[in-house]
């Protein structure tokens, strides 16, 4: 299947991708790849970091709910037993990239706790609203401007 859709063989597949989890990872990566960059394009040092996060949290919004990426993070949970380091690569390749971003910008607007802020700012606009889409089919709202403002405003502790 793979290789009638590249328009390749079998055997030219595996001569790039020699196992199953070598395969895997090349078109997780780059399914990440691709969702990632207009997140990363979100980023526009002329406009106030308020705006920057909001239209970050959107973008990353749009791309946690995709049905790509929805139907990837499928695959990547049944996995996960089977290719476990794998399946914690793909994870951080993503939410590394994606929190170092929102740490950034939420340090740059005087934060309390960028790491921590940039974790539940993935969290609340990434993987609840995955969740929500998995398990009852349905789209959350996307509330990016409230939830940078709670960031913004959460005292340090």
């Known amino acids: 299947m793979i290789a009638a859709r590249a328009r390749s063989s079998k055997r030219t597949i595996y001569a790039r991708y020699p196992t199953k989890a070598a395969l895997f990872e090349a078109a997780a ?83 309390a706790n960028p790491a921590i802020g940039s974790e539940t700012f993935y969290a609340l606009l990434a993987l609840a609203p995955m969740r929500t889409a998995i398990v009852t089919r349905k789209r959350s709202t996307v509330r990016a401007d409230q939830i940078v403002d709670f960031l913004l405003r959460t005292p340090s502790s």
Not at 30 to 49: G, K, S, T, Y
Not at 50 to 73: E, N, V, Y
Not at 100 to 108: G, M, Q, S
């Open 29 to 111: 990566a780059d399914h990440i790849d691709r969702m990632i960059a207009p997140i990363e394009a979100a980023i526009n040092p002329q406009l106030a970091v308020r705006d920057q996060l909001i239209r970050l949290g959107k973008a990353l919004f749009a791309a946690a709910t995709d049905p790509a990426s929805l139907a990837m993070d499928r695959i990547v949970i049944a996995e996960a037993n089977t290719f476990p380091e794998l399946a914690a690569r793909l994870h951080q390749n993503g939410f590394e990239r994606i929190t170092t971003l929102v740490a950034r910008l939420l340090h740059d607007a005087g934060a």
